[in-house]
């Protein structure tokens, strides 16, 4: 450096490459923060393109003939051997016209779904005296209908690769113009338990499976993992074990969620013998995945309440107990439920273990009570996103759009119980 | 009385002046204090005596904070402090097994360097005290409690129509009176104050000292200050430390009129900051 140069000259000489510097990091983390955004836009925009047309479902209207020699051959209503199928049949042939050939029938059949039986057995029993009437009902098309109606089968394609015969294609626009084709809001989605037909399948058995499970996590993870925390930010003696728990916590927070699975598998199904595929073990093993997460959360907010409220209150002769309990976790207690909600949230959204302990069956039925075969949300996902037909695809897309709804609602419950409840010091 | 050597200048010594006064009501002797290998403080011996007030004067990290912990086993927090001598209260030792420093710290009352008071309403702040010791029986005489140590701690006027309003929305100088309002509502026999006015401005720091010269009619206070001229006006006696040591102590007057240490003089003209 030359010796000549001022204090003010040498501060000028450097500035330009202070300045260079500080747009240089700006800039790439600009860069950063828009690559970030953009594939977030992308996951959303390809998810919601997919997944917003499974909301809807095309519907077939029919009018049914609710025949008395069908449905109550001897005067009484005979639900066992009623044939509602045959009477939607029926109604389908009454509407297009010229069907004779028996293999034609049946192709023709295929147009409607297999739940347009239990929706009219479903009519009759909530009301008996229709029995004999005609009767006209919205019923849903089978789903490769409304993947035609919906653009998703391409009709230029050759016949053999299509899951439509040119005869079918010919019969819903046979519909479609006679007006007895609509799109409505899908409320099988909502309603049903999943099912082999994607236009009666819905996510209500996964999503009360997911919510059995984690009502089991959160009553479990939460008071143990509070309860770890506290005892070991404030009583636990410091000392070689105490320190080893710490590291084996933080590891216990990064181990792969498989792994208990498999422990959960082994512990509470093959040792405790609890029920496969319920939503108890799937709680429990959860838990066990959640525990740290809560456990590190509960110990960063104990750890963040300032050391001069816990003095003014040993200095007042309160013992180590009260401390804790009127002082600390009043305040540290923000910081825990938002750890809880986000430990929650990764539960939520776990897959792999559940797969180990059996919730990855084909289960029809919603599940009722903790110990009911269930399976959850983000396992329904993975399970219509490996079923061939056309129409799991969407479904898929729709049931990752509710798993995100609920997750977000979850975080953004995480925040806004933070900002309630955060006090100023 | 031996007679004392005139200025001496060793280090490590027996401390100068008197570290004996009428009426002890806390007496510390040989105490040593330990953080890990680190010996905080050196073979203090300090009488406190009733009503009045002893101010505890030194450069930073000499030791005078870690003695005052020492006198209601704030100390016990930290887990590498040890504490080995003897300090007793009222004649026993408040280290002997079975005390309980639960129990002492309701006798040995503190307010700290910060105010810290609790993030609750004013009232609640003040009533905490007697709360967890059981010391009203019903929600009248916890009031009284409540009213009484307000107005002895120069703070009701102030509060008196705001006492459900939190004690942190209160000015750095109401808060620290709040946290003495909050000390004496245990009813203490001594009140140990680190360093209580040093976040406080001089007109808040004034009303402080105004409050110790009331308090110290019935309590005995220990005050650590970094001022000399806040010792010089509240205490009656003043000990100096020195990197561990108790260097020297007498009244008031006489440590700074005719200090008889040179460590104490350096530090009462400036030399030692």
Redesign the interface.
């Known amino acids: 450096m030359d010796k000549g140069l001022t204090t003010r000259q040498k501060v000028e000489a450097g500035l330009a490459r202070r300045r260079r510097k500080e747009y240089t990091f700006r800039a790439l983390g600009a860069l950063a923060t828009a690559v970030g955004v953009i594939f977030l836009a992308v996951f959303f925009a390809s998810l919601i393109g997919n997944g917003a047309s499974a909301f809807q479902q095309t519907f077939m209207l029919l009018d049914v003939e609710l025949k008395e020699d069908v449905l109550a051959p001897g005067g009484e209503l005979d639900l066992q051997y009623a044939d509602f199928d045959g009477l939607v049949r029926s109604a389908l042939r009454d509407v297009v016209p010229g069907v004779s050939d028996r293999s034609e029938r049946r192709a023709l059949y295929r147009l409607v779904s297999t739940g347009a039986g239990y929706q009219l057995r479903d009519l009759v029993v909530a009301d008996p005296s229709l029995v004999g009437t005609t009767q006209t009902v919205w019923v849903p098309a089978a789903s490769n209908v409304d993947m035609l109606v919906k653009g998703n089968i391409d009709r230029n394609l050759d016949e053999s690769l299509r899951p439509l015969s040119d005869k079918q294609i010919g019969w819903v626009d046979v519909l479609d113009q006679q007006g007895r084709l609509e799109s409505r809001f899908n409320r099988a989605l909502f309603t049903n338990g999943d099912s082999r037909d994607p236009e009666l399948a819905g996510i209500k058995g996964a999503v009360m499976g997911s919510f059995y499970m984690l009502l089991v996590t959160v009553a479990l993870s939460f008071p143990i993992g509070v309860a770890a925390a506290i005892y070991l930010e404030e009583f636990a ?2 000392s070689r074990l105490s320190d080893l728990i710490e590291v084996n916590i933080n590891n216990l927070a990064a181990v792969p969620s498989i792994v208990f699975g498999l422990l959960g598998l082994a512990v509470f199904i093959n040792w405790m013998a609890l029920p496969r595929s319920a939503p108890l073990v799937g709680g429990l093993v959860l838990t066990l995945l959640t525990l740290p997460v809560i456990i590190i959360a509960s110990r960063a907010a104990i750890k963040a309440v ?1 050391p ?12 180590q107990m ?1 401390v804790v309990f ?2 600390v976790l009043p ?1 540290a207690l923000p910081g825990m439920l938002t750890g809880t909600i986000i430990g929650m949230s990764r539960a939520l959204g776990e897959s792999a273990p559940l797969l180990m302990i059996g919730m990855v069956a084909f289960i029809v039925d919603v599940p009722g009570s903790f110990s009911d075969p269930a399976t959850a949300l983000p396992v329904q996902v993975y399970l219509w996103a490996d079923s061939p037909e056309r129409a799991f695809a969407e479904r898929t897309s729709a049931a990752i759009i509710v798993l995100l709804g609920f997750l977000l609602l979850m975080n953004l419950t995480a925040v806004i119980l933070r900002k309630r409840m955060e ?3 | 009385m031996p007679e004392l050597p005139d200025r001496t200048t060793e280090l490590g010594g027996e401390t100068v002046g008197n570290t004996r006064c009428e009426n002890p009501f806390m007496v510390a002797r040989d105490v040593n204090v330990y953080y890990g290998d680190n010996h905080a403080i050196q073979n203090v011996s300090l009488e406190i005596g009733k009503k009045q007030v002893i101010a505890l004067i030194g450069p930073s990290g000499c030791g005078k904070s870690t003695f005052l912990r020492c006198l ?1 086993r ?1 100390n016990d ?1 930290i ?1 590498t402090a040890r504490v080995t001598g003897r300090i007793t209260l009222d004649g026993k030792d408040i280290y002997r097994k079975e005390q309980d420093p ?5 006798r040995v ?2 307010v ?1 360097q ?1 105010p ?4 609750k309403s004013i009232y609640d702040n003040v009533a ?2 007697p709360r ?2 059981g010391l009203a029986a019903d929600r009248a005489e916890l009031d009284g409690i409540v009213h009484t140590s307000l107005e002895r701690a120069g703070l009701l006027k102030e509060v008196k129509d705001r006492l459900d309003e939190p004690g ?1 929305s209160l000015s750095g100088g109401q808060q620290q009176r709040l ?1 003495i309002a ?2 004496i509502a ?1 009813n203490p026999e001594v009140i140990l104050m680190d360093e209580p006015c040093s976040a406080l401005d001089p007109i808040a720091t004034a009303r402080i000292e105004d409050l110790m010269d009331e308090l110290c009619e019935d309590y005995a206070i220990v005050i650590v200050t970094h001022s000399m001229q806040q010792a010089a006006r509240v205490s009656k006696r003043v000990a100096y430390f020195h990197l561990g040591l108790l260097v020297e102590v007498d009244e008031t007057d006489k440590i700074f009129t005719n200090p008889q240490h040179k460590l104490t003089e350096d530090y009462i003209t400036g030399r030692i900051g």
Do not use: D
Not at chain 1, 313 to 319: D, K, Q, R, T, V
Not at chain 2, 102 to 106: I, T
Not at chain 2, 116 to 119: C, G, L, R, T
């Open positions: 003696p410091k300032p001069s409220i816990r003095e003014a209150a040993l200095g007042l002769g309160a013992s009260q009127h002082h305040l006090r100023k010091w | 209601n704030m927090t887990e639960v129990a002492l710290r309701a009352g503190m700290f910060k810290n008071p609790f993030p905490y005290g967890i010791h942190t946290c909050r000390t245990v």
